[in-house]
């Protein structure tokens, strides 16, 4: 579980940075160069270290489900708002416990018990006193980002495949897919600086290749659904970087909200 939640560390920090160095960067444009920039960085390792043929099919649906995590959580969010597709996303964890459960899965009380205090605290942390605002649109988006990114943990459980390796080829699958996007908006992407080259390079790095690894080399062992859930640390890092980092102080909301989640997680420990 230690990788899954340095990941979910690394993605925090990402988010308490994005609205600080990448705020200027339309998401239409950042995502397809994530998508690309981390695959042409795998590429070398794809090559040199072969999936089997018969490990093609299962490492695509991976490429599917991240792309689809991905492109559906910021539909999410432009749609809504940032804390509304977080929350969102997020929910993950309860749609795989419930795929447990109709599968006959035999779950002790204080695992359940521990999803539900981790969605409350999710809840409180990034929605808080504002409250739900979403539309159906927005909803649906959050909802297919939270089923995408739940197949993702559960496409990659099990693989023996070398993390990195799995990931160059999923990341071949978003680029692949988010190619036309791409260059019908590339007059932006040869109008960058400097700075913001540099902020497209940390979050390939930082924000995709390390994390997004650590988080393959988990789930290896780690089942899905609480490989999912231990990710629900990603807001509540968020929250303490964005103190240092962009000013906003701890809230009595985000203490709470965090609290509840470390609980969750504690108490899907075993």
Do not use: C
Not at 102 to 108: I, N, V
Not at 191 to 201: E, I, K, Q
């Amino acid at each position: 579980m230690i990788p899954i939640a340095l990941a979910a560390l690394l993605w925090g920090l990402g988010g308490a940075l994005a609205g600080r160095f990448m705020g200027e960067i339309p998401p239409s444009v950042l995502i397809p160069l994530r998508f690309l920039l981390s695959f042409l960085l795998l590429l070398p390792l794809v090559l040199r270290f072969p999936p089997a043929a018969t490990e093609w099919p299962r490492l695509l649906q991976v490429g599917l489900a991240l792309s689809g995590a991905q492109a559906f959580y910021y539909l999410a969010i432009h749609a809504t708002t940032v804390a509304t597709g977080i929350f969102l996303q997020y929910l993950a964890p309860a749609l795989l416990t419930l795929y447990a459960l109709l599968r006959r899965e035999r779950l002790p009380g204080r695992a359940l018990l521990g999803v539900a205090l981790a969605l409350l605290g999710a809840y409180v942390l990034v929605v808080g006193p504002k409250g739900f605002l979403a539309s159906p649109l927005g909803v649906a988006y959050g909802l297919l980002s939270a089923l995408s990114f739940a197949l993702y943990a559960l496409f990659s459980h099990g693989l023996r495949i070398p993390p990195l390796v799995s990931l160059g080829v999923a990341t071949g699958v978003g680029s692949l897919l988010s190619l036309p996007v791409l260059l019908a908006h590339l007059p932006q992407v040869l109008a960058l600086g400097p700075g913001d080259w540099g902020a497209v390079g940390y979050l390939v790095v930082l924000g995709t290749v390390v994390p997004f690894g650590l988080f393959l080399l988990g789930v290896r062992t780690v089942p899905a659904r609480k490989a999912t859930l231990v990710a629900m640390l990603e807001p509540v890092a968020g929250a303490l970087f964005a103190w240092p980092l962009a000013g906003e102080p701890l809230s009595l909301e985000a203490l709470l909200g965090g609290t509840l989640i470390l609980l969750g997680v504690a108490l899907n420990r075993r």
